[in-house]
Each structure stands twice: as C-alpha cells, then as structure tokens.
C-alpha cells in the first residue's frame, strides 16, 4: 500500500507501461513518408497497423530514465549475495574495453592486424598461469558452467587417450550445482559425498566411494559453505591413486587467489570465472568468460583455438593442421576465441592491482565475511564454527522460533535499503543465508548491515512477526505471490487485460 492517490511514492513514481502511455498520433519524430521508393516485400506487407504506442521523446526518455532509477545494483548499494562476488567493477577497465582498438575487432581479422590483441590474451594466460600454477589455459570457454564443460571434456579427452573407459564422477554435497549438471551431462553417473559435521566433504565417504572406475572428484574449493576444503591434499592423492582427476570449481578463487597456487594442491583442472576473481561484469546473459587451467598432463587435450606464437608472430591454431606438436585438441567449444572485452577488462584488473594487490583482495575478501560471521553469529544461528572464508553462511535458527521464515526476513533486508543475501543455498543447511561481502565494501557499509540486521532482530523479538511476513511494503510492487508468479507468469501486455496485485 502506497498511501497516496496516485500511486506515487514521494519522487518515486508509479510507471506504467508505454503501451499504457501512449496515444494516437503522438511522435517522437516526424518524418515524411519516403518517396520513389519500390515496395521489394512482393505482397507481403501487413495488413493492419503495428500497434506500436504513440509517444512523445520526453516520455519515453522519463519512461526508461524511472525504470533504471528502480534497478538495484552494485553501484547502487550493498549487494551481499553469496556464491556470486557481486562487487565493484571500476570504471577504468570499463574505458579500456571500449578503446576503439578492442572494441572494433572483428573476429575474422588477419593476424597480422591483431597482434596487439593476441598479445594482450597471451599475457592475461600468463597471469592465469603464474597465478594458479597450472602450465595451461584454455580461454574461449564463454561462462563459467561452460569452463567446467571444458574441463571435464579434457578429463574425458585424457582418459580416452589412454584407453580407459570410467564412468562415475564424485561431487561433494557442498559442491556448485552446475558441477553434477556438467558431469551428468557428459554421461558420467555422479556419486554425491555427503559433508562432515565441520561442513567440508567427508573423507571417509569420499574413500569409501573411490575406486579405478571414478574419472574425477569435483571439489568446489572454498567450497558453498564458505570453507576452505583443508584436506585437500589427501582428496588430490587419493584420486591420483587410482588414476582419476581433481577437478576444481574456481568459482570462488577470489578467496585464495594470490595466496594459494591450486596446483599445490594438487589440482589437474580449474575453471576460473572472470567476474567473481577479476571484477568483469557479472551476469545478464554475458558475454561471460571461464578460462580452464589445465595440469600438464591434461593440457594437450584443450580445445581450439589456442595462440601460437611462431616466427611471424602470435596466431590462433584452429584446426589439425595449425597444432604443435603433441597437442590432441578434444574439439571446439564455440566459434572464434572468447570475449575480448572480458580479457581487456580482467587484466586492467590484475595490472591495476599487481601481484601483491591481488592478494589482498583475497584478504579483504574474507576479513569481511569473517566481520560478519563474528558480529552477526549472536543474533543469527551458524551451522559451522568460523573462521570462514569470503561467504558468512548462517541457517534459519533464528527465525524459526519466532514463526518467520528466511524467505521473511530477507523480504524485510529490502524495505531497509539492501539487496538480500543468498538464500536457502547451500542446500546443505536449513534456511540458509549466504553472505558476500566482498573485498569492495568499506567498513562502513558492512557496519549500516549489520545494524540493520540487529534492528530488525530486535523487531522480530517484540512479536512484531506480521511485519515479516507482509514484507516488502515500500516496494514498487508489495509481496509477490512467488508460486503463481513462477508457475503462471505474465509476460505480455494486452490492451483491457486485468492486472493482478
């Protein structure tokens, strides 16, 4: 309930849709019909009008200028969601994807008129290389679901190379959820390793389930509890032993990178996903990035294309014919060799930071879910002891006890002003809420959170449940029916249609 005649709230108003705005004869522009002009759609013309809304320029531009106003960024607030590194993308390395000599790149370019470009991709595998230790990228992969496709293909590439047929993959219940997704999706029956009581994989389990027909075990690594998987190397030994592969989920490399080298760990294969470690834009659709790091002994298996540097300079091997020397290309995974502007934006990222800033990055990161963790753990239940890593998790503890849900209590986090935290993920824990703070929040804002998380504790123990449970009501729009909204949503305007509240 707004509370006004017209909807509006304040400056904030209530914007209907363009098709409801607009009027015959209204433009924007006026054009004269064009003259001398053939009709070349031999009969095929419409019949009827488009039935396009007639509108003016100021209100379409006030129109989409509100709209944005209403979209909840990083940019725009505190933006804790867990498993994701929702966190600052500076602006400089925005400017330099869009040097004309970057973004004007057509991928079918003569060589010799990209060497800048191959150059710099060249350099961004060398960063990967040095800072994971492993002796080769593959860098087209256009997501990070896609980069764990790549790398178990390798995996299965390498395993077919030497005549061995295996058929299971072993996944921590704590693991992404796209892991058993990519495995399964390769044909391998996926063997889930249920976790310990400290929230890692069990390792009894884990050896109990081991044997000469598993391929690979993939090890999400701090894994989705926020926890730093620290028997590793005994899990990396173990595979090794009967001949299969460790594979890592990158995904939260932002924790470790530039203190821990995955290949002393004993990692084979790793994708790394651009956004969450090196600050390129998350999201939307992409374009993504998910270079794979691959051991030596998988590396000659990685996909096309790959740069080659020869006596006329850097190139792409694209076919049978272009590879060095030992190289066993499993195939190709999309067209053309990744996104430019991705590759620009991560290594203005590691340049602007350099080595030693990287590291702190990683510091920062997980001092701040650790703030959390420890200022939060009286108010908010958490299923394991800390320290954690860059995600605070806590379950719904909490809540229950006064007859509210997680689901209620992040309704509430958004009529204070914040995008709620990762909810009921991982699916390990009862209600869960996952909290990411990054490296990019100051104190100060991790500070107005967690105040906001004790005022509305404080609200919950006065009995003030309905509060909760009618939460958000200085929205937009209150309290979605999220059930009939995802089983009966409506995705198109129609002229007279009712509207549901």
């Known amino acids: 309930m707004t509370g006004t005649t017209s909807g509006h709230r304040g400056l904030d108003f209530e914007e209907p849709l363009l098709f409801e705005q607009g009027a015959e004869g209204r433009t924007g522009v006026d054009l004269p019909k064009p003259a001398g002009k053939a009709n070349r759609l031999g009969g095929l013309e419409r019949k009827s009008p488009v039935g396009l809304p007639g509108l003016s320029e100021p209100q379409v531009i006030r129109h ?25 993308n500076p602006r400089l390395n925005e400017k330099l994807a869009r040097l004309p000599g970057f973004a004007s790149l057509h991928p079918l370019q003569p060589w010799s008129t990209v060497q800048g470009a191959l150059e710099l991709i060249e350099q961004l595998a060398d960063w990967l290389k040095k800072l994971t230790g492993l002796p080769a990228v593959a860098l ?7 980069g764990e496709l790549c790398g178990m293909m390798a995996i299965r590439a390498a395993l077919a190379d030497r005549g061995d047929k295996r058929a299971r993959v072993l996944v921590p219940e704590s693991a992404h959820g796209t892991n058993p997704a990519t495995a399964a999706a390769l044909g391998y029956r996926v063997d889930s390793v249920p976790g310990n009581a400290r929230g890692r994989m069990d390792l009894e389990s ?8 598993v391929a690979a075990v993939m090890l999400t690594n701090p894994n989705t509890c926020g926890l730093f998987e620290d028997e590793i190397l005994e899990v990396a030994a173990a595979i090794h032993g009967v001949g299969g592969f460790l594979y890592a989920d990158g995904a939260n490399f932002n924790a470790i990178v530039g203190r821990v080298r995955p290949a002393d760990l004993g990692v084979d ?19 993504g990035s998910g270079p794979v790091v691959l051991s030596e002994a998988l590396s000659p298996f990685a996909p096309y294309p790959f740069l080659v540097r020869d006596a ?21 995974l999309k067209g053309f060799h990744g ?99 990054t490296e990019s929040e100051s104190k100060e804002g991790l500070d107005r959170f967690i105040a906001t998380v004790r005022a509305l ?19 937009p729009r209150r309290r979605l029916d999220e059930t009939l909204a995802a089983r009966h949503p409506v995705l198109r305007w129609r002229a007279g249609a009712e509207v549901q509240d």
């Open 64 to 88: 989409f200028t509100r709209l944005s106003q209403k979209n909840y960024g990083i940019d725009s607030g505190f933006y804790p969601l867990g498993s994701c590194t929702m966190k600052h």
């Open 140 to 146: 087209s992969p256009a997501a990070g679901a896609h």
């Open 269 to 287: 294969c790793m994708h790394i996903n651009l956004h969450k470690t090196f600050s390129t834009p998350h999201g939307g659709g992409g374009p």
């Open 339 to 437: 996104q430019m502007g991705m590759f620009v934006r991560a290594l203005a990222y590691m340049l602007s930071h350099g080595g030693d800033g990287l590291k702190q990055v990683a510091e920062d990161a997980v001092l701040s879910a650790n703030y959390l963790l420890a200022t939060l753990k009286d108010e908010l239940s958490a299923p394991y002891a800390g320290p954690c890593m860059h995600e605070a998790l806590f379950d719904d503890a909490a809540f229950r006890k006064h007859g509210i849900t997680t689901l209620d209590f992040a309704k509430a986090l958004i009529d204070e002003g914040f995008h709620p935290m990762t909810i009921y993920f991982p699916l390990v824990v009862h209600g869960a809420l996952l909290m990411e703070p």
């Open 206 to 213: 884990f050896h109990s389930k081991l044997g000469e027909d």
């Open 457 to 475: 504790m404080a609200r919950l123990k006065s009995g003030d449940v309905v509060h909760f449970q009618q939460a958000p009501q200085f929205t």
């Open 312 to 332: 006329k300079g850097l190139r792409l091997a694209e076919g049978p014919g272009e590879v060095p020397e030992g190289a066993k290309p499993f195939g190709r």
